[in-house]
């Protein structure tokens, strides 16, 4: 294994300083250390980015805490703070300003609960809207959710060669009886972030009614998020892809969705959506990935309030992707770029403004698993998506059998990128 990570060409490339980005880089877990294979790079952030000291370490001191919430005494009031905290900090990273907010198993879980609460809310007959571009979260929930209540499944098309989807392709596909219609923010594929805006507009415009669901599970580490702009009903994010460990996924609702008829205590309020006791761990370590990218804002901007200080931070998280991400694809004098080497596919093409983080490609006559694993050799951690229940969907319509993804965040490198392109050549060269 060989790596080379050294240079002060590399640095000045980088969209941060030398400074913030060590400091930035020090704020996380094996950054540059694996646990069980040593010295590595890790570009696999799309399947679960590296997580925070800070969560870490708080969420062990709140875990240990054998306490309930809703007793009488000091340990029960304290849990209750973290969750209520926990629960503030959420409405500032997902922008929102009213709705409610719940923890689910996972983003995935919550995802089928909302499309499921959505389809049985609408009025009966009409149709149920997906992309193919969708993780099957979304995908499978709506295909579901059609056929069980008695609707017409839809499917938008995806721009093959952009490996995005438009507002234009919705209005194609969305009818006035459309009642329930997903979007998928950023795909974990194609790397490419979609118009969440633009497209609900335009469902808007032909079923005013409809209920729109957003999954941002892969936008929600590259970027801010503002629902309250979205005109949507509903936004999904996963922690364990948010410099979080592995819990809940979160989903915000909208007022009205909120209270269509679910599973809930029926001494609960309308609106209540998490069935018994919340994990004040789990609540105390959202509030320490917020308070992280709070700092990080502020390193961007004077403003002092904390959802001000989450925008700069996700504007500055951008910038650092979008140096990384050309970097890789153009590459330098030093170094030739993902999109030069001779029988490589780039999936979006090499000049794609709406990539997030992420450059997916095939290799003539080596099928993903094959580039992943060589990869591996050199101390390069990537993954590959394959024509199976998670990205068949999605790499049928591009005619690939699978795809080898590198996965990149704002605490990656220049150096690291070009080490990465060096192992890339030498694999690619040896065919």
């Not at 309250?228 to 989903?251: E, I, P, W």
């Not at 309308?270 to 502020?298: I, N, Q, T």
């Not at 309030?305 to 500055?316: H, M, N, V, W, Y």
């Not at 983080?357 to 951690?381: C, N, Q, W, Y």
Request: hydrophobic share 45%.
């Amino acid at each position: 294994m060989t790596l080379t990570l050294t240079s002060a060409h590399d640095v000045v490339d980088n969209a941060f300083s030398a400074e913030l980005l060590s400091e930035i880089r020090e704020r996380f877990h094996h950054v540059e250390q694996c646990p069980y294979a040593g010295k590595r790079i890790f570009f696999e952030n799309a399947g679960g980015s590296l997580t925070l000291k800070a969560v870490v370490q708080r969420v062990a001191e709140v875990a240990s805490v054998p306490d309930n919430a809703h007793r009488d005494n000091a340990a029960s009031r304290a849990i209750e703070q973290i969750v209520d905290d926990g629960r503030e900090a959420l409405a500032d990273f997902f922008g929102a300003q009213d709705g409610v907010i719940f923890s689910g198993e996972t983003g995935s879980e919550c995802l089928f609960r909302l499309i499921r609460a959505a389809a049985n809310a609408a009025p009966a007959g009409g149709s149920i809207v997906a992309c193919e571009l969708e993780h099957p979260s979304s995908f499978d929930g709506t295909a579901q959710w059609a056929r069980r209540t008695d609707r017409e499944w839809l499917t938008v098309p995806f721009d093959t060669g952009g490996g995005r989807v438009t507002a234009e392709h919705y209005a194609k596909v969305v009818r006035p009886d459309t009642r329930v219609a997903t979007i998928l923010h950023t795909s974990p594929v194609t790397g490419m972030a979609q118009d969440v805006a633009a497209i609900a507009e335009t469902i808007r415009a032909i079923a005013p009614d409809c209920f729109i669901i957003v999954d941002g599970i892969q936008h929600a580490p590259h970027g801010a998020l503002d629902v309250a702009n979205y005109d949507v009903d509903g936004y999904v994010v996963s922690m364990y892809k948010t410099f979080c460990q592995f819990n809940n996924g979160y989903a915000w609702l909208s007022p009205r969705l909120a209270c269509v008829d679910h599973d809930r205590l029926l001494g609960k309020p309308d609106d209540a959506w998490e069935l018994g006791s919340r994990d004040p761990s789990a609540f105390a370590a959202v509030s320490e990935m917020v308070a992280y990218l709070e700092w990080l804002g502020a390193q961007f901007t004077a403003e002092t309030s904390r959802r001000q200080r989450l925008l700069a931070a996700g504007e500055a998280m951008h910038a650092q992707e979008q140096a990384l991400v050309t970097r890789l694809i153009q590459g330098s004098p030093r170094v030739e770029g993902l999109g030069a080497l001779l029988g490589v596919r780039l999936i979006g093409g090499t000049d794609a403004p709406w990539r997030e983080g992420v450059a997916s490609f095939a290799v003539d006559g080596m099928d993903a698993p094959t580039v992943v694993a060589k990869l591996g050799e050199h101390g390069i951690r990537t993954h590959a998506r394959k024509n199976d229940a998670f990205s068949g969907n999605i790499l049928r319509p591009l005619g690939l059998s699978s795809v080898t993804r590198i996965s990149m965040a704002h605490y990656n490198t220049i150096a690291e990128v070009d080490a990465c392109l060096v192992a890339l050549k030498a694999i690619v060269s040896d065919q």
